[in-house]
Each structure stands twice: as structure tokens, then as C-alpha cells.
């Protein structure tokens, strides 16, 4: 089945810097990445994602970039803020629609300010 | 995306006894998936919800302990049997729509002393 990893665990920024997040999977069967953010006490929210007929996908400071053939994917945050402080799951998933999702281990931003 | 009511949102209960959490969606879905998210890591899928067919459990869980009901297209319910304290955690139930991920409930975070 597949299996996603998630790097690193923990990210510490400062305000205005850059963040990234690297995620590898193993399911060359997946072609729908999601990337999902939980601030504390919340459930988890759809930030942003991409399918793998695409290789970047961005919106306002959060892109996404996709590398099919090595079977990874990164999230790419610019001039990060207090507010971007959360936890951040990746995911990979064979389509949407009703299809098992599998989660990355996540990965603890915080940004100071 | 869909709007998702889960209820309760939280409970302490007593080692021993059961809890069902319902979730109710405000569209018809065909497949409904639960989810345990144990503090501070990620989230593991439970089982998928199909209606008028039994749920599909993952690795790790069984019937007895999780039974899922599915009566119709907006509604399911999962129940933890035979509480003990390591099945404190947060369940959340969520659909997945085509082109917009997941839409979580608000979880359910369960105590059991």
C-alpha cells in the first residue's frame, strides 16, 4: 500500500522567511496530492493541492511543486507570518472522489515573529 | 465542498462503556471515511463507509471494536467499544469531493478514564 513521509517534524522561521516541506510517497499509482493545515484545536483544512499531470501549482505565497518521477512533492510558503504557525499534513491519494487518502506524518511550523 | 456535522465534540467516559459519534453531511456522498488522529500526530483512517454495504476496515481495526453504520447517503456513525484509555484520541468523519480534497467534521475528542 502506499506510504507517505513527511520532512521535517518540526520547522522554526522567522517572520518574512521562506518554508518548505518535502514529502516522498511510494505508490507510483497516486496522482493526487493534497496539503492540508490544523491549527491548534481545529480540524484539518485543504490549503492547497496538486494532480500529476501538473508539476507546480501556486497561489498567492503557497506553491506546490510535483516530481513524478522520483515520487516527491514539496509545499513552498514565501514571507511566511504568525498566523502560517500550524501543523502541516501531506497526503497522496490514487484520485479523488472516494479514495483512500494517506496522510504524511506532519510537520510543526512555527513562525516568529 | 460539503458542510459536516459532528457531534459530540467532546466526551470523557468511563473505561469499559461505548461511545457513538455521529456525523451528518448536507450532501449526499457515496463513500464517508473515518479517521483517529492521537495527540500530536497524524491522522490514520479507521474505515470507509459505504451505504448499504459493510464498512471497509484498514489494518489495525475490526468490526467489533469500531462498528460503523451507514443508513443512508448523509449520515454515519462510528462507535468505540469497550473503552480504554488508549482509545483517547480525536475521530474525525470526512468526505472527499472531486477536485477538493477532503472537508473533515470538527472531531470528536474522546477521554476515557
Known amino acids: 500500500g502506499e506510504n507517505v513521509e513527511q520532512h521535517p517534524s518540526t520547522l522554526s522561521v522567522q517572520e518574512g522567511d521562506s518554508a518548505v516541506i518535502k514529502c516522498t510517497y511510494s505508490d507510483s499509482a497516486s496522482n493526487y496530492f493534497p496539503w492540508y493545515k490544523q491549527e491548534l484545536g481545529k480540524r484539518p483544512q485543504l490549503i492547497i493541492d496538486i494532480r500529476s499531470n501538473v508539476g507546480e501549482k501556486k497561489d498567492q505565497r503557497i506553491a506546490v511543486t510535483l516530481n513524478k518521477t522520483a515520487k516527491h512533492f514539496s509545499l513552498h510558503i514565501t514571507e511566511t507570518q504568525p498566523e502560517d504557525s500550524a501543523v502541516y499534513f501531506c497526503a497522496a491519494s490514487p484520485n479523488t472522489g472516494g479514495f483512500k487518502t494517506i496522510f504524511g506524518a506532519g510537520t510543526r511550523l512555527f513562525v516568529k515573529a | 465542498s460539503a458542510v459536516i456535522s459532528q457531534k459530540p465534540s467532546r466526551d470523557i467516559c468511563q473505561r469499559g462503556t461505548s461511545l457513538t459519534i455521529q456525523c451528518q453531511v448536507d450532501?449526499?456522498?457515496?463513500?464517508m471515511f473515518w479517521y483517529r488522529q492521537q495527540p500530536g500526530q497524524s491522522l490514520t483512517l479507521i474505515a470507509t463507509a459505504n451505504q448499504g454495504s459493510e464498512a471497509t476496515y484498514e489494518s489495525g481495526f475490526v468490526i467489533d471494536k469500531f462498528p460503523i453504520s451507514r443508513p443512508n447517503l448523509t449520515f454515519s456513525t462510528l462507535t468505540v467499544s469497550n473503552m480504554s484509555p488508549e482509545d483517547s484520541s480525536i475521530y474525525l468523519c470526512?468526505?472527499?469531493?472531486?477536485?477538493?480534497?477532503?472537508?473533515f467534521g470538527s472531531g470528536t475528542r474522546l477521554t476515557v478514564v
Open positions: 450532501s449526499q456522498v457515496t463513500m
Open positions: 470526512s468526505v472527499e469531493w472531486t477536485g477538493v480534497g477532503y472537508t
